[in-house]
């Protein structure tokens, strides 16, 4: 068994056995677990070569990850943090490989995926303006960067077509996930479409330019 084996073992393991622990007060295994999922993707794009953009994305959700299994009141800013910046990089990458202006005007229903995209997000930090406290500019930050990573997405070639499909389903796990945040709109159905959109979100992305 390669060693690429490995990693993509671990995390299909730790992204299953994650949603076992979903329901559990935070905690090293909890922790541990969750952060492995997308860790061990951001290892395996490492050692396969992967573009820049990618490795530093999938490491910084990682990190994103860690923050985000623990006590929100406390570890939430920096769970935030570090997603900034994978959209950040992810912006950056999708951008790179993409065909920019002149893939939207090439096909229509691109242009319509970014309007919609930032639609989105503008609708959703409207519907969560007044929930979000001190928090207001650095998730009014947060939802612009999601947006245009959603809208980055649109411009890539059809062969990352999985691409495109994880950066909508992210925002999807990010859209529940606020809801559960700022509204208190939780339940285990929503808790569990968070990790099974975000998770699969990663690896369709990881898969796309690791395939």
Do not use: C, N
């Not at 007044?130 to 009014?140: D, F």
């Not at 890539?156 to 389903?169: D, N, R, T």
């Not at 925002?171 to 606020?178: Q, R």
């Not at 285990?188 to 699969?200: C, Q």
Request: a positive charge.
């Amino acid at each position: 068994m390669s060693f690429s084996t490995l990693l993509i073992g671990l995390s299909a393991a730790a992204g299953v056995g994650y949603v076992f622990l979903l329901e559990r007060p935070p905690g090293a295994l909890r922790t541990l677990v969750k952060t492995l999922a997308v860790a061990a993707l951001a290892a395996l794009a490492y050692l396969r070569d992967a573009p820049t953009g990618l490795v530093v994305a999938l490491a910084l959700s990682a990190a994103g990850d860690a923050f985000l299994a623990g006590d929100p009141d406390r570890w939430l800013p920096l769970g935030l943090g570090a997603f900034l910046l994978a959209h950040v990089a992810y912006v950056w990458q999708f951008l790179h490989d993409g065909g920019g202006r002149a893939a939207l005007a090439a096909e229509p229903v691109r242009a319509g995926g970014v309007i919609m995209a930032f639609a989105a997000g503008i609708m959703m930090l409207a519907w969560l303006w007044r929930s979000l406290g001190a928090l207001r500019p650095a998730v009014a930050v947060y939802a612009l960067a999601l947006s245009a990573m959603v809208a980055a997405a649109f411009t890539l070639p059809k062969f990352l077509a999985p691409a495109m499909a994880g950066a909508v389903m992210f925002m999807a796990s990010d859209a529940i996930l606020s809801a559960e945040l700022f509204k208190g709109l939780r339940s285990r159905l929503s808790t569990h479409a968070v990790w099974g959109l975000y998770y699969g979100a990663q690896a369709a992305i990881a898969y796309a330019y690791l395939r």
